[in-house]
């Protein structure tokens, strides 16, 4: 297992620079076209995922990921479809703290020209690439390799872009016409999120507004375009494409290639995602467990690798407005099950950074702000 330091932190220094995975790929296969995994590159030696996957494919019961029809959370169902679906979706929040989404409405069309604009930016040439690098962990486009090459022991198979798309758009100049594309999915994924967004509250007993209302959402909720690459790597089973982390925000939307390589964490063991083609997969992130108190507890997940395919994922997280301190509802602590507010509040935009500046793990940026009361059902 990889151990990691959480007091690593690196706000001033950039990474150093260092060759996508991509780069490294293409210099380092020998004549007859071997290739292997650098011991940089070894995540462990005792957590193998896909030993770890064997054990929960057994029990496929329990390993059947909740799906959300979207269409019945808008107003086109009748008040009993939506009660349910907001029902369902309350519970799949809870149990799983993750679910798939499908009839979301947005075209697969435009699904597919992003995952295409996608693999046009990561075939830049790195000189291309080396523009759009970013110095500090909160500019507003930034890609590179791994997830903080300047505090890892261990890099990830993975070279990302980091887009800050909202309250105001940024995007790569290149490749020509990604950002007009990308405009347009980040508003279909927002007008999405933000649904979902209502059914939550409203599943928590709040007003379907009230996430908004307190965090800011709709006016200056920070949504973030993230884009992944990992190519196909020799020996899977030794490189991580993404450690087991949660993320920061409130949810976060992905959608992917056709190739499978997520795992979400259920109830301790590791569930392969399978996804239906163009849905959406989402994950409920830090903020969400933090305004709910704890109910809805962010999902813990990782991206494995394979040695055939390229994956490519687009992940639109959304989040508070950078401006807002988050503290768990007040209408959600005076409650006979959450007698306190079980974590401390702090200003979203110094979560993001501290959690951006650190070796990604599991909870340990959460950890922080728990301000040690425990509500746990
Ligand atoms: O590529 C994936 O499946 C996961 C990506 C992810 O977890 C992230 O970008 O935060
Ligand atoms: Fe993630």
């Excluded at 964490?265 to 830090?286: I, R």
């Amino acid at each position: 297992m990889v151990k990691v330091n959480s007091s690593q932190v690196c706000r001033d220094h950039p990474p150093p620079k260092l060759a996508t995975i991509k780069k490294l790929i293409a210099e380092s296969q020998d004549t007859n076209g071997n290739f292997i995994v650098p011991p940089t590159y070894t995540y462990t030696n005792n957590n193998n995922p896909h030993d770890d996957q064997k054990a929960f494919e057994e029990d496929t019961e329990a390993a059947t990921i909740p799906t959300v029809d979207f269409s019945l959370l808008t107003t086109s169902a009748t008040p009993e479809q939506r009660s349910k679906a907001i029902n369902d979706l309350g519970k799949a929040c809870q149990d799983w703290g993750f679910f798939m989404v499908i009839n979301h409405g947005v075209p697969e069309s435009l699904m597919k020209v992003i995952l295409d604009g996608c693999e046009g930016f990561f075939d830049l040439t790195e000189e291309e690439k080396q523009e759009f690098e970013g110095k500090h962990v909160l500019d507003p486009i930034r890609c590179g390799t791994s997830f903080n090459a300047s505090v890892e022991n261990v890099r990830f198979w993975r070279d990302f872009l980091k887009v800050f798309v909202y309250p105001e758009f940024h995007f790569p100049s290149k490749p020509a016409g990604f950002s007009e594309l990308a405009s347009e999915y980040c508003k279909r994924t927002r007008e999405v999120t933000r649904e979902l967004l209502k059914g939550i509250s409203e599943s928590l007993g709040l007003e379907a507004i009230d996430i908004d209302k307190a965090l800011d959402v709709e006016s200056a909720g920070l949504q973030i375009f993230i884009a992944n690459l990992y190519p196909p790597c020799p020996q899977p089973e030794l490189a991580m494409g993404m450690p087991p982390h949660s993320d920061h925000g409130l949810l976060t939307l992905l959608m992917q290639n056709g190739i499978s390589g997520l795992q979400v964490q259920h109830k301790g063991k590791w569930v392969n995602v399978n996804a239906a083609p163009y849905s959406f997969l989402v994950n409920t992130g830090d903020h969400l467990e933090i305004f709910s108190n704890g109910k809805y507890r962010s999902n813990i997940h990782r991206a494995v690798l394979n040695n055939k395919s390229t994956r490519i994922s687009v992940a639109t997280p959304t989040g508070p407005s950078l401006e807002t301190v988050v503290t768990p509802s007040p209408k959600l602590v005076d409650t006979a099950k959450h007698p306190a507010a079980a974590y401390i509040g702090m200003k979203y935009k110094d979560y993001l950074e501290l959690q951006q500046s650190s070796v990604l793990d599991g909870k340990v940026i959460l950890d922080r702000v728990r301000a040690g009361v425990s509500n746990s059902e």
